[in-house]
């Protein structure tokens, strides 16, 4: 079955950088976009980047920038190194499969989620 766990998440303070990565299996991972949501507390979880499968991609403009969404085919594993990190960016990381049509932006439109990972940013 399909599964996606992330990692990398942690305590940084102001300035600082995080790796997350996020490993899929049980599909083609290739063809498949992956995107990055967050959840801050008492927000709506939020488009952070995607990044097709053919190498196009998005951010959000809050993280433009800053963040960088990468994969790697060979290890079914997609990357989101997050850079100049601010308080605001305090949040749980999610990675998603993005689904087979519609906007990136709509979260209802990823079929498949990670337990998400906590990233607090210290001021």
């Known amino acids: 079955q399909v599964q996606l766990v992330e990692s990398g998440g942690g305590l940084v303070q102001a300035g600082g950088s995080l790796r997350l990565s996020c490993a899929a299996s049980g599909y083609t991972f290739s063809v498949y976009a992956m995107g990055w949501f967050r959840q801050a507390p008492g927000k709506e979880r939020e488009f952070v980047a995607i990044r097709w499968s053919g190498g196009n991609t998005y951010y959000a403009d809050s993280v433009k920038g800053r963040f960088t969404i990468s994969r790697d085919n060979a290890k079914n594993t997609v990357y989101l190194q997050m850079n100049s990190l601010k308080a605001e960016d305090t949040a749980v990381y999610y990675c998603?499969?993005?689904?087979?049509?519609?906007?990136?932006?709509?979260?209802?439109?990823?079929?498949?989620w990670g337990q998400g990972t906590q990233v607090t940013v210290s001021s």
């Open positions: 998603a499969r993005k689904g087979n049509s519609g906007t990136y932006l709509d979260q209802y439109l990823y079929d498949y």
